[in-house]
């Protein structure tokens, strides 16, 4: 699991969710050291999520691999509904009731017109383990976004969606191995690693703790 690299809406400080935003210089840079990281890692296919952030990383995993990139739609950000696409801090803290089930009970999570943090949450389980079955015995690569890597994190390390509040958020280009036996039990290998980034590429403005508090995020 691959999230995406730096995207514009890290940089504005916006909730991205499903909004279609580009990458950013810097993320373009990020790019260059993950596609280094790959080159030499087997892949048999690769998956991304459909929008242009996760695209564009995705391109960059693949390298020179001749390889198929597939869209696949369950990996997605969570789609923000109303507060999709404006900024963290304003618009949170205009409506508190929202804001605490975010801090603080993020399985209620539920923005007006938007997705629950439920459905999110099983939607991201089903695709990676659907795409785990599709593809048994051979070497996948997702790339999506922060909120569905720490999802999927949270469900596989800390085991219930109650404790999505303690799991931390993945950087731009973090990646997370996990690895299915032959009855498709997973096994998370290492969670959010950057160590193919420079300092200077992991910046803490891209981090949802900057703006919206809280050293876990």
């Known amino acids: ?14 909730f991205q969710g499903i909004s279609d935003l580009d990458i950013t210089e810097l993320g373009a840079k990020q790019l260059k050291y993950l596609e280094k990281r790959f080159e030499n890692i087997p892949l048999d296919k690769i998956y991304s999520s459909p929008l242009i952030r996760t695209q564009k990383t995705a391109a960059a995993v693949k390298g020179t691999k001749d390889i198929e990139i597939e869209i696949n739609d369950g990996l997605i950000e969570l789609n923000g509904g109303i507060v999709e696409g404006k900024p963290f801090k304003e618009t949170f803290d205009s409506m508190p009731d929202l804001l605490d089930a975010w801090l603080n009970h993020p399985q209620d999570f ?19 383990l659907n795409i785990a079955k599709e593809n048994k015995g051979k070497n996948i690569a997702c790339t999506s976004h922060g909120g569905v890597i720490r999802c999927l994190n949270c469900r596989l390390l800390l085991g219930n969606i109650k404790e999505l509040k303690n799991m931390a958020w993945s950087d731009n280009t973090a990646i997370t191995l996990i690895e299915f036996d032959d009855n498709f039990k997973p096994n998370v290998v290492f969670a959010n690693v950057t160590s193919h980034l420079p300092d200077d590429l992991i910046l803490q403005k891209s981090r949802l ?9």
């Open 209 to 217: 703790s900057s703006f919206m508090g809280g050293a876990k995020a």
């Open 110 to 128: 539920h923005p007006e017109g938007g997705e629950y943090m439920s459905d999110a949450y099983e939607r991201i389980w089903n695709t990676v």
């Open 1 to 14: 699991m691959v999230r995406h690299c730096e995207a514009e809406g890290n940089v504005k400080r916006i």
